[in-house]
């Protein structure tokens, strides 16, 4: 049985900066997506590369590795109506700039980011696309499910002698076929009606598939965890760790600090 693509275990972490969407993956490595809708660029950083870009852009802040890590973090996966930023086109690439405030302190980060290949898109743009599709389709099934069980439940209250009296909140019973011909023309007049399930057939199959490999893996983990001997511990690194070794930290080691204009350089607080 396929994988329902509304319970998969990669979920869309995509943010609308008004032009473009961004989306930032942090692990063992920070990736970085910018989109246009048409093209996608992306860039990967290491822990000590991220530092070291965002200690150069910032001279006049101070602080321990930590803290510039974590300031980074935050600029790349805040809300982005807290962030400004600027995208310049360099031929295929593009230059993608953040601001936003750290501590009462401007913090700012410019990357270079490369165009990504047709099969990255596929699989970042597309692919993600097509899991939205299939939850809205099934959202909507489930909602028209719960209204159909509703006027079957009223039904039974009238033919058991119920009355409204507040005739103001009366509706009309239900019709499936009607709603979905009424939505269909509401929504993309004029556009081509389609259903992801045959259109888009090869595509969700192919989904499927991937979705598939990659809950199969992660049982095989888990059996593998369970199996483990008692006492023993295992070299493989926990989930948690992986995954979160550049999270950024509930509160920086060590704060960022304004850089004094002349003299000695501030102490850290």
Request: aromatic share 8%; net charge neutral; hydrophobic share 35%.
């Amino acid at each position: 049985m396929s994988p329902d693509l509304s319970k998969s275990n990669r979920p869309i972490k995509w943010h609308s900066l008004t032009d473009y969407l961004m989306k930032t993956e942090v692990g063992d490595n920070v990736k970085i997506y910018v989109t246009n809708k048409k093209y996608l660029w992306q860039t990967v950083l290491d822990r000590e590369e991220l530092i070291r870009i965002s200690k150069n852009q910032n001279a006049a802040m101070e602080g321990s590795d930590d803290s510039f890590l974590a300031a980074a973090s935050q600029l790349l996966t805040e809300d982005p109506k807290n962030i400004e930023y600027k995208v310049e086109m360099v031929e295929t690439n593009i230059k993608f700039s953040l601001r936003t405030s750290v501590q009462g302190f401007s913090f700012g980060l410019e990357l270079q980011l490369e165009q990504a290949t047709q099969e990255q898109y596929y699989k970042e743009i597309t692919l993600a696309l097509l899991a939205s599709i299939q939850e809205l389709q099934t959202q909507k099934e489930q909602l028209i499910k719960i209204v159909q069980a509703k006027d079957e439940e009223i039904g039974e209250y009238k033919l058991n002698g119920a009355t409204l009296f507040r005739k103001c909140v009366a509706t009309k019973y239900f019709n499936k076929e009607e709603f979905l011909s009424k939505s269909n023309k509401d929504s993309a007049t004029g556009c081509v009606q389609f259903q992801p399930d045959t259109v888009l057939g090869d595509t969700l199959t192919e989904y499927h598939t991937i979705q598939g490999k990659y809950e199969q893996k992660e049982d095989k983990k888990a059996i593998a965890i369970i199996k483990t001997e008692p006492g023993t511990v295992s070299s493989e690194p926990s989930a948690s760790n992986r995954t979160n070794r550049l999270s950024r930290p509930e509160s920086p080691v060590l704060p960022l600090a304004k850089r004094p204009r002349k003299g000695k350089l501030a102490s850290l607080i």
